[in-house]
């Protein structure tokens, strides 16, 4: 992969307070002057002023329709943490939105595939989660160098796969002093971070955040003898129904207050900024399973098949269960739905970051195949889905396979696929019961005809 293209932070054409902007830069350079090269090396309360990041997590759409107005109104760059399998999702923004972003001077961050609390998950599927995520990015053209938790949610273990796959810096949730929360804690991070991978915050913005609150973790940094404090943002909008949230008028008035406060040396920089050091290579996660796993179901976790997933959608009633009615080996799948209004019901192979799906090849053709049995009425057209995992992560619809009759005895479903599509990276299948009836499965196989 090539190493990505700078982009520049120009942000000429854009309406600046060019006075502002330049009493920031001077105060920002005699904070980050007296920073040591290596990280970690000075101590949290001999920075010599204040800095604000404006952090963005899981780059929703209401963002770039509303924050990204009112940062460029006050001349100052914000920091948005991507997920890469969002990026074009609806709710979320797209590609070309970021690139305006970062165009801007707006830093495009790192945040996991789909939104993963890595701490969870096993070790490959967090180097796949993390380090992808960074690969997708940075393949969009993006400098990609800072990371942030879903959840703030981390460990050591997560620590160091945030820094083999390439970042600089991880930001978590929490840590600083908040209202009602970590009373006895630090005011304000150090500048550079004493942990580069687990950096502090306030507790995140909410819709019961209020004005004088953001000042004020502002204004008790300042009282500290400065320092650094990143502020934790998600959804930017009147009335959105979503507690993780900040008025526009909020977010401007806050800005507004903060710019003032620029000659006196509290200033605004993204994390990048602050953390310093270069664009480090992409890191590509461990490859993929070229076949099924778990393919008789003889595993389980909470009654699920390990490496599969209890799928559906619409409106319908449904019980799953774990049965010893099996084809092969101790145990098969069943789902009963008793009424139905719309969807359907299946259980396919994990659609995860790689751990469990199978490997998809473009331009070849998979042979799939499940073992079923059930009854449902001959209008059912209960058939196999695919599915098929894209270059940023996003997992999409493929293609259905033939409807299948009810059969009381083990029957073969086996479709040969179309070749897959350039970008693709995984598969996941499984039969689709859409409609009343009773649907087991056992025994999933996969082939690769072009190998």
Request: aromatic share 8%; proline share 8%.
């Amino acid at each position: 992969m090539p190493s990505p293209t700078r982009i520049s932070h120009a942000r000429a054409p854009l309406p600046r307070t060019l006075l502002v902007r330049a009493a920031t830069v001077l105060a920002s350079a005699s904070l980050l002057a007296a920073a040591p090269a290596a990280l970690g090396a000075m101590p949290a309360r001999a920075a010599a002023g204040t800095v604000v990041s404006l952090t963005f997590d899981d780059g929703a759409r209401d963002q770039y329709d509303n924050a990204r107005p009112v940062l460029d109104a006050h001349g100052m760059d914000g920091t948005f943490y991507i997920n890469s399998a969002r990026v074009d999702a609806p709710g979320y923004m797209t590609r070309a939105q970021l690139e305006t972003l970062a165009a801007g001077g707006h830093e495009i961050g790192g945040h996991t595939v789909s939104h993963a609390n890595v701490p969870s998950l096993p070790v490959e599927e967090r180097r796949r989660q993390v380090c992808d995520d960074r690969v997708a990015l940075l393949a969009m053209g993006f400098e990609v160098t800072s990371f942030a938790y879903p959840y703030g949610a981390v460990d050591a273990g997560a620590e160091d796969v945030v820094a083999d796959c390439g970042y600089n810096s991880a930001r978590t949730v929490g840590g600083l002093v908040s209202p009602g929360s970590c009373a006895g804690c630090d005011r304000a991070e150090a500048v550079p971070p004493a942990a580069p991978y687990a950096v502090r915050t306030p507790d995140s913005v909410k819709t019961d955040t209020t004005l004088d609150r953001l000042k004020r973790y502002v204004t008790q940094a300042e009282e500290d003898g400065g320092g650094w404090v990143p502020l934790v943002f998600h959804h930017v909008c009147d009335g959105c129904g979503d507690s993780y949230a900040v008025t526009p008028a909020t977010l401007d008035a806050f800005l507004g207050w903060l710019a003032a406060r620029a000659s006196g040396g509290t200033v605004v920089r993204t994390v990048d900024e602050v953390v310093g050091g270069a664009v480090r290579p992409p890191v590509p996660g461990p490859p993929s399973p070229t076949q099924v796993q778990n393919p008789s179901l003889e595993a389980a976790a909470d009654g699920v098949p390990a490496c599969f997933q209890e799928g559906g959608w619409g409106t319908n009633t449904y019980t799953w269960t774990r049965t010893q009615d099996a084809r092969t080996g101790q145990y098969a799948h069943r789902v009963e739905v008793t009424s139905r209004t719309s969807g359907d019901r299946k259980l396919v192979t994990r659609q995860d970051a790689g751990t469990c799906a199978p490997a998809a090849i473009p331009g070849h053709r998979y042979e799939l195949g499940v073992w079923f049995k059930g009854s449902w009425p001959a209008t059912v057209n209960a058939k196999m889905s695919i599915y098929y995992r894209t270059a940023t992560g996003a997992w999409t619809f493929w293609t259905n396979g033939p409807a299948l009759a009810e059969t009381g005895t083990w029957q073969r479903s086996l479709v040969t696929t179309p070749p897959v599509p350039a970008g693709a990276a995984n598969l996941s299948f499984g039969i689709a019961l859409p409609g009343t009836g009773t649907l087991t499965v056992d025994d999933f196989s996969l082939t690769d005809l072009d190998s």
